[in-house]
Structures are given as C-alpha cells and as structure tokens.
C-alpha cells in the first residue's frame, strides 16, 4: 500500500474559498455542537481510524471536509456519509500533494504508516516513504493553506503526532524520525502563525485501537516472537499507566476541541494523550 500510485483525483476544481468570518467566542450550548459551521477542513489519511473519527467529528460540527487518502473508495464512501468532497491521492507523492486543495480553515495532517526493523536491517527506501508521507507531506499542505489562512485571519493546524513524537521505541527508527520532526514542523508553524489567529499544535496519542496499530501488534508478535496478547500487555503499554487502547473518537474528540472557539492561546503545543506513558 505504500508504492507510489498514479493519483485518481476526487473533484476537479478547487475548493471555493471560505469567506465565513470566526465564530463568536464562547458557544452556548445549542450552538456548540455546530461550532464549525461554514469552515471548511482538510483531513488526511482520512478513510481509516483517527482520520476518519477526526472527519466524522469535524462534519458533524459543521465543517465541510475534504477527505484525503489513497484508499478510494473508503475515501468516496466516507465523504458521501459525511457530505465531504474526497481526494484519492497517494501523499508519498509530492507532485500530488501539490494539487488538494489551498483554500481551508482546517488542516488536520494525520495519514501516516509504520515499518517495524531494527536499524541496521531498515529498508533505506521505506524509511524515506515514511518522511514523505508524514513529514514532506504536511510541509507541502501547510504552505500552501496557511496563506488563506493568514487572509482570514483564523486557522486551525492539528498534527496527529504519537507519544513517538515525544519518545522513542526500538526497532521504529523511520516513523520516531518523522513524528519528531513533525512535532518541529508544528511548533516553527504556530511562532509563524500567532500573529494571523492560526494556532498549531500536535495531538500525541499512545496506542489507538485502529488498523495501523492491529498490524503493528502482528508486526510485533513476529519481531520479539511473542504472542499478540504479550505484546499488547507487555510490549505496547508497558510504559503507559492506562493499561488499555485509546479509541479513536477520543483523539477526534481533542481535535475537535483544538478547532473550537476557547483554544486560541493553545499553539506550539503537543496535547499527549498516552495514559501517563510520558509521565515516566
Ligand atoms: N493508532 C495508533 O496507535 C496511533 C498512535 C499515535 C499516533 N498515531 C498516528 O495517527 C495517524 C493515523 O493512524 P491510524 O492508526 O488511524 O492509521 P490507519 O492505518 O488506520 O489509517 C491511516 C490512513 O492513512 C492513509 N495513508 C497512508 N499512507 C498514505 C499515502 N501515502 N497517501 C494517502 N493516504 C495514506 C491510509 O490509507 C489510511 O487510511 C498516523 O499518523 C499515526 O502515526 C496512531
């Protein structure tokens, strides 16, 4: 799923600009479940997990959502459920990275993969599709949203980081790197973009129950030879207080909360949400 593809593009035009101004600070509450009406969002690797929980949460507050991922027709098939507009792109792919689109008040950068060898034996060629997607990427989105952005004087950047942003794991060299740097690209973003009321900040979960964390914990069993219980247990929480998986309508959750009208002075930061995993 990682080779790169021709892209089969969703819509084609652009997006039309958003001209709504900022919502009045300070929702009441029969307004507050539609915070987001008028915006418009863009959500990568939004067809699975955290980006799907995170599209389904943005819509249902208003947002129009533009569902980005190379998985067609989960694309397609959430952005009708949702009345979004999808784009099928492979984001490894830096050509087509270029071409989604600029004119958002939202850009929730989540997509990502994970390659699981020790260092010595890491795929020079993986490691690399891993920057792509999860550093090059949102780079590449960010400078071309943030000008519209600073035009309307309101924007919202959420990084789906990882407690891997924070710490490292053995035998995760590529995707530690990339989070990492992500945590950087967020913080240099939000110094650049407090002046024009566009704040960014890195959500930092532990284990989320999604597929990609399914196929690590196969991936896993295999690497250390134990069985997926043992690695669940004693591998992937053995730092985290929580002794349980994260549900991705959590982190959407503080996504949604990061988009709202109460977080303006909320930039630069890393939200962890790892059961106490860097409290240690
Ligand atoms: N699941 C966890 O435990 C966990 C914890 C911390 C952080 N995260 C981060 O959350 C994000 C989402 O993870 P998830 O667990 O929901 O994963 P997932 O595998 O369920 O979903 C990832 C999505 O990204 C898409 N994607 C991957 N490569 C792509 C590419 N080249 N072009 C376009 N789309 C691409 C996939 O098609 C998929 O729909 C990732 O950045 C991950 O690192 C996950």
């Known amino acids: 799923m990682e080779t ?4 089969d593009r969703g819509p084609a035009q652009q997006a039309a600009p958003s001209t709504v101004p900022p919502p009045a600070a300070g929702p ?13 969002a863009l959500v990568t ?52 990275v270029d071409t989604l689109p600029a004119d958002v ?12 060898a020790p260092v010595h034996e890491f795929p020079p060629d993986r490691f690399a599709l891993i920057q ?9 989105i960010l400078r071309r949203t943030l000008p519209g952005m600073y035009e309307r004087g309101w ?7 990882s407690v891997h942003g924070l ?14 740097a992500l945590e950087g690209l967020s913080k240099v973003v939000a110094l ?32 250390h030879g134990i069985s997926e219980e043992e690695v669940v247990g004693r591998v992937m929480l053995e730092r985290s207080a929580i002794k349980r998986l994260i549900e991705p309508d959590d982190v959407a959750e503080a996504v949604l909360w990061l988009c709202g009208p109460r977080t303006g002075h909320i930039t630069g930061t890393s939200l962890s949400m790892d059961g106490g995993w860097t409290a240690n």
């Not at 008040?105 to 699981?116: K, M, P, R, S, T």
């Not at 924007?155 to 980081?161: D, L, Y």
């Open 28 to 40: 009441s509450p029969s307004t507050a479940d539609r915070l987001l009406a008028g915006r418009t």
């Open 192 to 223: 650049e973009a407090a002046e024009h009321g566009v704040t960014s900040n890195c959500v930092s979960p532990g284990y989320v129950r999604t597929p990609l964390v399914e196929n690590q914990i196969a991936d896993q069993a295999r690497t």
């Open 167 to 180: 710490r490292a794991s053995p035998y995760k060299s590529a995707y530690v790197t990339a989070k990492h």
């Open 105 to 116: 008040d939202i850009v929730v950068n989540n997509a990502g993969l994970q390659h699981v």
């Open 45 to 96: 690797g939004a067809a699975s997990g955290i980006g799907r929980a995170c599209a389904q949460a943005l819509a249902a507050a208003g947002a129009h959502v533009h569902v980005v991922d190379k998985a067609a027709d989960a694309a397609k098939s959430l952005a009708e459920t949702i009345g979004g507009t999808a784009w099928v792109v492979d984001l490894s792919v830096p050509d087509t």
């Open 4 to 7: 790169p593809q021709s892209p």
């Open 155 to 161: 924007g919202r950047v959420v990084n789906i980081s």
């Open 132 to 140: 792509r997607v999860m550093v090059e990427a949102p780079f590449r």
